[in-house]
């Protein structure tokens, strides 16, 4: 798999995300969502880089990274509609889809949350000797959490084969993390721990390939994990309901990012090289728009699972 396919599944990923916008927008979808417009070089990138049996734990931004890792757009579409042909038939939502079949464990709501729940999966690798590799991702927010200090110290610890990845998008909802962060550089903190600490451009789907195979190929042969962090930019609000990104973000900071979308950068890419003439990039455009339009269809055509069913597959133990 090369740029080509690389940017193929980048055009995928913005494509699907604009629909879930549009369709918030029309109130055609329940609760929350968060868009990883401008951050599909981090997915692609990242998970290309994997075997089909790695494990992927992903975040409340998180339908990129299940596309990448072999997500279905129709089931993925249905199951943020909340309609029964959905991967949790419509009532896990946007935060909360796991399809361990493709190796996509799941998305999570706490910030943090799924980082001492990915180093438990790479422990029982490692314990198992299945031999797989487990990425996790995670915002600039989490890497303040307490959440990824122990569980970076207990994975370096035990060499467990395990990827820490944090999209530094620079912002933490509405906070900068020039203001909430201690270090100019995450990546540095990886020292504290006795593990690899790289920082990427994460507009760069080459770049951050190139750099996570060789944490993986690390992970893999023993050696432990690595904190990744990329620096990258959402181009939209922190979710749908933060539209005024000029309140708390500079304009020109935004403008400066948005010459870096990571899918212009490829796309540029593709034809210094010759790799494919415009006409063969807008074809890639209108095909993958098809694709996510029939999709979109198939996931409104679905319907909302009988609400006598919400408590199927729910259990609690009776205490004694």
Not at 17 to 41: C, K, M, N, W, Y
Not at 87 to 113: E, L
Not at 213 to 238: C, D, F, K
Request: proline residues 4%; negative net charge.
């Amino acid at each position: 798999m090369g740029l080509l396919d690389w940017h193929r599944k980048m055009v995928l990923i913005r494509k699907f995300e604009e629909s879930v916008g549009a369709l918030f927008t029309r109130g055609l979808a329940p609760g929350t969502s968060h868009l990883s417009i401008g951050q599909e070089a981090c997915a692609v990138g990242a998970v290309s880089a994997l075997d089909s049996e790695d494990q992927v734990f992903s975040t409340h931004r998180g339908h990129g990274h299940f596309l990448a890792k072999g997500g279905d757009p129709m089931r993925m579409m249905a199951e943020i509609l909340g309609r029964s042909a959905g991967y949790q038939r419509g009532f896990g939502g946007s935060q909360h889809t796991s399809y361990p079949p493709v190796g996509f464990i799941g998305t999570n709501g706490i910030t943090g949350g799924n980082i001492p729940v990915a180093t438990g999966a790479a422990l029982a690798s490692k314990t198992l000797g299945a031999g797989h590799v487990v990425i996790c991702f995670f915002g600039d927010g989490a890497s303040n959490q307490g959440t990824f200090h122990e569980s970076l110290n207990m994975a370096s610890l035990w060499k467990l084969p395990i990827v820490f990845f944090v999209e530094n998008n620079l912002y933490a909802q509405w906070t900068s993390v020039a203001r909430s962060t201690s270090v100019e550089s995450i990546a540095t903190r990886g020292a504290a721990y006795g593990a690899p600490g790289v920082t990427v451009d994460g507009m760069d789907v080459e770049a951050v390939q190139e750099v996570t195979a060789q944490a993986v190929n690390q992970a893999r042969s023993g050696s432990g994990p690595t904190l990744i962090e990329a620096e990258t930019y959402r181009l939209t609000g922190h979710s749908k309901s933060d539209v005024k990104t000029d309140l708390y973000r500079p304009i020109e900071e935004e403008k400066a990012w948005r010459r870096r979308d990571p899918i212009r950068l490829s796309r540029d890419r593709i034809l210094a090289a010759g790799l494919a003439d415009e006409v063969e990039l807008d074809q890639v455009d209108d095909e993958v728009q098809a694709a996510i339009d029939e999709a979109t269809r198939q996931a409104l055509d679905s319907p909302v699972d009988d609400p006598s069913s919400a408590l199927t597959g729910v259990y609690a133990a009776r205490g004694t």
